[in-house]
């Protein structure tokens, strides 16, 4: 028997999963940890903001909004951001959220997309 791949159980998994946190860790997948600090929300996000896991954060982060007075998103672990996460990001910031830990490379993303 050969030992586990978690990317090749990712691949396999992913059209079930029932959401992202569902899933196992790996490089190209983004995990998603809820801290409730009443009233507040703290998500923190480690991988890549890209793809499906744009929706995924869209998802929680509306679930978050409805039970918090203020969303914290933690980006410290976070490497890369596609479009569509840039566009979320700046979304969710227009309605109130806080960008936390932003790396430089992430924040020049964010600089170029409000252009």
């Known amino acids: 028997m050969r030992p586990l791949d978690f990317r090749e159980v990712a691949r396999t998994v992913f059209p079930v999963a029932r959401c992202a946190r ?7 997948m983004l995990r998603i ?3 409730q ?6 998500l923190t996000l480690e991988g890549d903001l890209i793809g499906a ?6 998802r929680t982060c509306a679930q978050a909004h409805v039970a918090a007075g203020t969303l914290t998103i933690d980006l410290a672990a976070v490497g890369f951001v596609d479009q569509r996460g840039l566009d979320l990001l700046r979304s ?3 309605r109130g959220a806080s960008l936390l830990n932003v790396s430089s490379f992430v924040g020049e993303q964010l600089k170029a997309a409000a252009r």
Request: without cysteine.
């Open 37 to 42: 600090r009443r009233p507040d929300t703290v």
């Open 33 to 35: 940890k809820e801290q």
């Open 53 to 58: 896991w744009v929706d995924e954060l869209a």
């Open 22 to 28: 569902d899933l196992p860790y790996d490089a190209a």
């Open 92 to 94: 969710l910031q227009r």
